[in-house]
DNA sequence: AACCATGCCAACCGCGTAGCC
DNA sequence: TGGCTACGCGGTTGGCATGGT
C-alpha cells in the first residue's frame, strides 16, 4: 500500500517531459518493453519515476494512441458509456481505442459536461436538470421501498427498474437482502437507467429472431419477460474487449449491445467460441468470470471458425443455451449446478446470487448485503434486452453447426419458459 | 499592450488491490 | 497470514494557451 516506493526518491525529475526523455523512454521501451516500471527510468536513463514513465507512456508516447479532437460519434460514445459506467474512466477507455482515460476524463470535465447542462442534462445523474434540481429541493422519502407502483428508489429517485422489485421481493421472501442493496451509488447513476425495450419488444424479436432461424421451431411457450433490466456482473470489466458493444448504435441513447460475461464452460463446448485471449488480468473466479470478447480490429476473431462470425452488428452471439443459463436467468437453477456453491465464499457476484438466492440459502448469506450492494453498483457490465435480441434474431445465420444452434435455441425458449413460469 | 479570467491538458497524488514472499 | 511491492485507477493540481476587457 501506499506510495509507489520510487517517489520517495529524491532528485527526480518531475513536471512536463522534454522531448529528449521522451526520445528516452520510448527507445527504451520499444527496445526492451517495459517490463516492470519501477525499473524502466534506470534502465532508460531517465530522472524520473516509474510511475511518472508509466504515465507518460500510456497517455502520451503509446504508438496507438490516436491523436487529434474527438469525434462527436466517440463523445457521444462517451455520454452513454458514462451513463452505464460512472466515472470509470479506464473503463470507458477501453471502449475507445486509442484515447486513453485521461484523455476522456479530461474531455469530460472540460467540454461534455459543459454540453450535457447546456442540453439540460445533468452530467452526474444523466437526468434532465429540472428533474434533479427538483429531487435535490424536495428529496422524496418514503418508507414503503416496498412498493410496486414505482420504480424510483425513494432515497435516490433513480429508475431502479424492475429488477428492483425482484430483488426487494426475494429479499423480502427470504429476508436475505437488507433493503439497501437497492440504493444504487451515484457513481453510476446510469447503471440502473438504461433505456430498456418494452416486454413486446423482446418477445418479438424473440420469436422473430427465432423465425429467422431455419428449422427452429418452438415447442414451448414464449417467457413472459419478468423484468425490464438485467444486470450482470462481470469479474474484471476493466479488462479490454470484456464489454460488447454494437459500434454500429453509438448514436443510440444506450448501450444496447452490452452483453454479460459467459462461462469459460460455455466457451469449450459445441460454440466454437474462446474467451478473451489478451486478457491477462481474466483472473477468474469461476465460472462467471470469464469474457468473451470483441476485437475491434477483428470482430471475426472469436470464432475459430469463422462461421459464427460477426454479421455486420459489430458483435457476436456466442452460446445462448450457457449464457442464458448462467448469466441472464442464473436464478432458474437450470445452470450448472457446480457453480452454485463455491462462489458464495468469494464476494459474491449477481449472478452468483441470483442464482443462489432462490434455492436453499445459507444463513450466512443474510450477512451478504452488503456484498450484494456492492455488486449492484459494481455491475459493470449490463446487459440490454434490446442489443441482446436484435443479436439474437441478427447473428443466428445459417452456420455449419445450426442443428445444435437450433436445438439449443429451442431448449432454452423452454428453459426460459419454465424459469418464467416458476417466478 | 497589459492584465485577468477561463479552458484545456499533462502530470501528479493518494488510495485500493493483486501478487509475491 | 500479514507485510511489502508494484500496478492501476480516479481525483486533483498546475501550467500553458486563448480570449476578453
Known amino acids: 500500500m501506499g506510495r509507489h516506493s520510487c517517489c520517495y526518491k529524491q532528485k527526480?525529475?518531475?513536471?512536463?517531459?522534454?522531448?529528449?526523455?521522451?526520445?528516452?523512454?520510448?527507445?527504451?521501451?520499444?527496445?526492451h518493453g517495459?517490463?516492470?516500471?519501477?525499473?524502466?527510468?534506470?534502465?532508460?536513463?531517465?530522472?524520473?519515476?516509474?510511475?511518472?514513465?508509466?504515465?507518460r507512456w500510456i497517455n502520451y508516447l503509446r504508438p496507438d494512441l490516436k491523436r487529434g479532437a474527438f469525434s462527436e460519434e466517440e463523445e457521444d460514445l462517451i455520454v452513454e458509456l458514462h451513463a452505464v459506467l460512472g466515472n470509470r474512466w479506464s473503463q470507458?477507455?477501453?471502449?475507445?481505442?486509442?484515447?486513453?482515460?485521461?484523455?476522456?476524463?479530461?474531455?469530460?470535465?472540460?467540454?461534455?459536461?459543459?454540453?450535457?447542462?447546456?442540453?439540460?442534462?445533468?452530467?452526474?445523474?444523466?437526468?434532465?436538470?429540472?428533474?434533479?434540481?427538483?429531487?435535490?429541493?424536495?428529496?422524496?422519502v418514503s418508507a414503503d421501498r416496498t412498493s410496486e407502483s414505482s420504480d424510483v428508489d425513494p432515497s435516490s429517485g433513480v429508475v431502479l427498474g424492475n429488477l428492483s422489485h425482484l430483488l426487494r421481493e426475494t429479499a423480502q421472501s427470504s429476508e436475505l437482502l437488507p433493503m439497501e442493496v437497492t440504493k444504487p451509488?451515484?457513481?453510476?447513476?446510469?447503471?440502473?437507467?438504461?433505456?430498456?425495450?418494452?416486454?413486446?419488444?423482446?418477445?418479438?424479436?424473440?420469436?422473430?429472431?427465432?423465425?429467422?432461424?431455419?428449422?427452429c421451431h418452438s415447442s414451448g411457450q414464449i417467457p413472459n419477460f419478468p423484468f425490464q433490466q438485467l444486470l450482470c456482473y462481470n469479474n474484471d470489466i476493466g479488462s479490454?474487449?470484456?464489454?460488447?458493444?454494437?459500434?454500429?448504435?453509438?448514436?443510440?441513447s444506450t448501450i444496447s449491445t452490452v452483453m454479460p460475461p459467459v462461462s469459460p464452460s460455455t466457451l469449450s463446448t459445441s460454440t466454437g467460441l474462446n474467451p478473451s485471449p489478451d486478457n491477462p488480468r481474466s483472473r477468474g473466479t469461476g465460472i462467471h468470470s470469464a469474457q468473451f470478447y470483441w476485437d475491434r480490429n477483428n470482430p471475426s476473431s472469436s470464432s475459430s471458425t469463422g462461421s459464427s462470425g460477426n454479421n455486420g452488428l459489430g458483435f457476436e452471439l456466442q452460446s445462448t443455451?450457457?449464457?442464458?443459463e448462467t448469466n441472464i436467468f442464473p436464478w432458474t437453477g437450470l445452470a450448472p449446478e457446480k457453480e452454485s456453491q463455491v462462489q458464495l465464499e468469494e464476494e459474491l457476484k449477481w449472478p452468483e446470487l441470483l442464482h443462489g438466492t432462490f434455492p436453499d440459502m445459507p444463513a450466512t448469506m443474510q450477512n451478504l448485503g452488503h456484498s450484494l450492494y456492492e455488486d449492484v453498483v459494481k455491475a459493470e457490465s449490463q446487459f440490454n434486452m434490446e442489443g441482446f435480441c436484435a443479436a439474437w434474431s441478427q447473428n443466428l445465420q445459417p452456420q455449419q453447426h445450426l442443428p445444435v444452434v437450433s436445438d439449443m435455441?429451442?431448449?432454452?425458449?423452454q428453459r426460459m419458459s419454465l424459469s418464467f413460469d416458476n417466478i
Open 92 to 140: 470507458i477507455a477501453t471502449r475507445l481505442p486509442g484515447r486513453t482515460d485521461n484523455e476522456i476524463k479530461n474531455l469530460w470535465n472540460s467540454c461534455i459536461k459543459k454540453k450535457l447542462r447546456q442540453k439540460g442534462i445533468d452530467p452526474n445523474t444523466h437526468k434532465p436538470l429540472a428533474e434533479v434540481d427538483r429531487s435535490k429541493a424536495a428529496p422524496a
Open 12 to 31: 527526480l525529475r518531475k513536471g512536463l517531459w522534454s522531448p529528449e526523455e521522451d526520445e528516452k523512454l520510448m527507445n527504451h521501451i520499444t527496445k
Open 409 to 413: 435455441y429451442d431448449k432454452d425458449l
Open 240 to 252: 479490454r474487449n470484456s464489454l460488447w458493444y454494437n459500434q454500429n448504435e453509438s448514436s443510440s
Open 185 to 215: 451509488r451515484t457513481e453510476a447513476p446510469g447503471l440502473t437507467r438504461l433505456k430498456l425495450p418494452p416486454k413486446e419488444l423482446f418477445l418479438d424479436q424473440l420469436s422473430s429472431g427465432r423465425e429467422s432461424l431455419p428449422g
Open 34 to 55: 517495459h517490463g516492470c516500471w519501477s525499473t524502466v527510468p534506470k534502465l532508460a536513463g531517465l530522472q524520473r519515476c516509474g510511475k511518472s514513465c508509466r504515465l
Open 321 to 324: 443455451s450457457s449464457l442464458l
